[in-house]
């Protein structure tokens, strides 16, 4: 779901440097560089693209597209693969509200809880 906004790169330099910049930047020797006068850049405290995206990069990586201000729709299958890749939880879990009148698969609890939680919170700025 793409609700506009406009696109950030996040990138690490050899020595571990966290940058991000305003375009696709390119890599030269152990940095990366703005081709443009348009591109700018920013170094970044450690450890901000991962608190940011979620996403550890380092030097091998290719930079990591941001799209500042889009809000992907959480759907099930998102919460199934992060319930069996980070929980080792792969059998659909189910829980029952409390007078065991309806059953829920705790992936689809994940996922609408996400998208309301999401709806609340303002969207980041650029």
């Given at each position: 779901?793409?609700?506009?906004?406009?696109?950030?790169?996040?990138?690490?330099?050899?020595?571990?440097?966290?940058?991000?910049?305003?375009?696709?930047?390119?890599?030269?020797?152990?940095?990366?560089?703005?081709?443009?006068?348009?591109?700018?850049?920013?170094?970044?405290?450690?450890g901000?693209?991962?608190?940011?995206?979620?996403?550890?990069?380092?030097?091998?990586?290719e930079?990591?597209?941001?799209?500042?201000?889009?809000?992907?729709?959480?759907?099930?299958?998102?919460a199934?693969?992060?319930?069996?890749?980070?929980?080792?939880?792969?059998?659909?879990?189910?829980?029952?509200?409390?007078?065991?009148?309806?059953?829920?698969?705790?992936?689809?609890?994940?996922?609408?809880?996400?998208?309301?939680?999401l709806?609340?919170?303002?969207t980041?700025?650029?």
């Open positions: 779901m793409n609700q506009g906004g406009h696109k950030i790169f996040f990138a690490v330099d050899e020595d571990g440097r966290e940058w991000y910049y305003s375009g696709k930047p390119r890599r030269l020797l152990s940095v990366w560089i703005n081709d443009s006068d348009d591109i700018t850049s920013n170094v970044l405290f450690p901000a693209i991962q608190a940011i995206t979620g996403v550890t990069l380092t030097w091998q990586d930079p990591l597209e941001w799209v500042v201000g889009e809000r992907k729709k959480v759907d099930r299958w998102d199934e693969q992060w319930l069996g890749e980070k929980r080792d939880i792969w059998n659909h879990p189910m829980v029952s509200d409390r007078t065991n009148t309806n059953g829920y698969e705790v992936a689809d609890l994940m996922a609408a809880f996400a998208n309301e939680y709806q609340t919170k303002p980041p700025a650029g």
